[in-house]
């Protein structure tokens, strides 16, 4: 528990590492590329091979995890895991690397730095409100390249503190008022991602959403950029620069965010060496009891005379009918969206997972659902390679809440199952 003060957070922060003995020691010498890609990637089980295009499970899956809420495979191609514990790190064959103890870690993103910004709780006491009170606050910690088994604590975004739009003591310590109901400690902080130039985003819900004020809505997007010093370098500390006002709280529409449950960025690590500048982003609207129409949004961010204008990609909804048979733009085409990830490689795949039908599905940057047929076949339309289903098996998920992608594999949170399972297209094995 921390005690801090409306208008200077001091936070100091002792985390746990854990490290296991050498990768050689226990598995032995790692002598070719093929047993390189099995150590890496794991192995097709014989009896799951499928004759259609499509997704194959790669086994193991990754099983030493509780209740997992999202994986990314970092600019250090490290991969790193959110669960109930905390962070775990681990190496591209699973073998675990260190873990980082937080409350409610719920996602995570790396920047070009290799730092890491993990979406969590904390909790604290602010003294000027009431020191008998510990609120558990959401937040969100940037630690100093823990890949490299660092743990040290740059900075730590803590709502409604750092959220510049309540920038005085009057308008954060509304927000902490045991009598309301719309206190700063029912926000949560429900996704993470990165532009090149290492600003973050940060996507929120909560339930205080009233528009046309000088506060931000609970449910929007915050933008984070880097505190430089006098010269001119980072100090790595954040501020938020702004919020995306553009997005409605309450309403449903093509540029909404009601109930976001993730945020993806187009600069996905690491696939990329020249970076897209494109400030644009997909969100997923996960809340199952509101009749949300188009769950998934790809926002686009567009330089105008006036400056940055965010506007929605209308362009997804002509649906080429004769190209594919399903879209991203389709209406009610989800339930419960809880993870997106964007590929950045050539391919440029949108993969949803959604925790209302176990599925993850696959469409392609055009906003249709599937691949493009492979080399020889006789198919005229996208190849539909999405697949679930409720259950424990190889190709099923029990409440999957969040997905990566990196060198033709995807990875999946499946957070009911505790494991991360992995797949790679049929038609990537060589």
């Not at 954060?172 to 045991?178: G, H, T, V």
């Not at 933008?223 to 309403?251: K, S």
């Not at 990609?313 to 419960?336: G, K, N, P, V």
């Not at 949108?350 to 469409?363: E, K, N, P, Q």
Request: charged share 25%; net charge negative.
């Amino acid at each position: 528990m921390k005690r801090i003060t409306l208008l200077y957070l001091v936070l100091t922060i002792a985390v746990l590492g854990v490290s296991i003995a050498g990768c050689d020691e226990i598995f032995g010498t790692k002598g070719d590329s093929v047993t390189d890609e099995v150590f890496e990637e794991g192995r097709q089980d014989p009896t799951l091979i499928l004759e259609e295009v499509g997704y194959a499970a790669l086994l193991p899956f990754w099983d030493h995890f509780d209740q997992p809420t999202d994986v990314m495979v970092g600019y250090d191609e490290l991969v790193y895991v959110t669960d109930a514990s905390g962070l775990h790190i681990l190496d591209r064959a699973g073998r675990p690397f260190r873990t980082i103890n937080l409350d409610g870690a719920q996602r995570v993103v790396q920047d070009r730095l290799l730092n890491v910004y993990v979406s969590a709780r904390l909790d604290t006491v602010v003294e000027v409100v009431d020191p008998n009170i510990t609120w558990n606050l959401p937040a969100v910690y940037k630690f100093q390249n823990p890949g490299s088994g660092s743990d040290v604590v740059l900075d730590t975004l803590i709502m409604p503190f750092d959220d510049a739009s309540r920038s005085t003591p009057g308008s954060q310590r509304r927000r902490l008022d045991p009598n309301r109901d719309d206190n700063a400690d029912k926000i949560e902080i429900t996704g993470l991602g990165i532009l090149y130039d290492n600003t973050l985003y940060v996507s929120r819900r909560g339930p205080l959403n009233i528009t046309g004020q000088p506060e931000a809505p609970d449910n929007t997007i915050l933008i984070y950029g880097p505190i430089l010093d006098g010269e001119g370098n980072p100090t790595g500390r954040m501020r938020n620069v702004g919020q995306i006002r553009a997005l409605n709280p309450n309403t449903p529409s093509l540029i909404s965010a009601v109930n976001i449950g993730d945020l993806t960025t187009f600069v996905a690590p690491p696939q990329r060496e020249n970076m897209t500048e494109d400030r644009s982003f997909l969100i997923a609207q996960e809340d199952p009891n509101r009749d949300i129409s188009f769950r998934v949004l790809w926002v686009n961010a567009e330089f105008t005379v006036d400056g940055l204008e965010y506007r929605p990609r209308s362009q997804l909804l002509a649906q080429d009918t004769a190209r594919a048979e399903r879209f991203l733009y389709e209406e009610d085409r989800f339930i419960q969206p809880t993870g997106i990830a964007y590929s950045a490689d050539a391919r440029g795949h949108i993969f949803v997972t959604d925790a209302g039908t176990d599925s993850l599905y696959l469409f392609q940057s055009n906003g249709q659902e599937g691949v493009v047929p492979p080399a020889g076949s006789q198919a005229t339309k996208a190849v539909n390679v999405s697949f679930g289903g409720t259950g424990n098996g190889p190709r099923q998920f029990n409440d999957p809440s969040g997905v990566a992608y990196f060198r033709q594999v995807v990875y999946v949170a499946d957070k009911g199952n505790n494991r991360i399972a992995r797949y790679k297209l049929n038609t990537d094995f060589e």
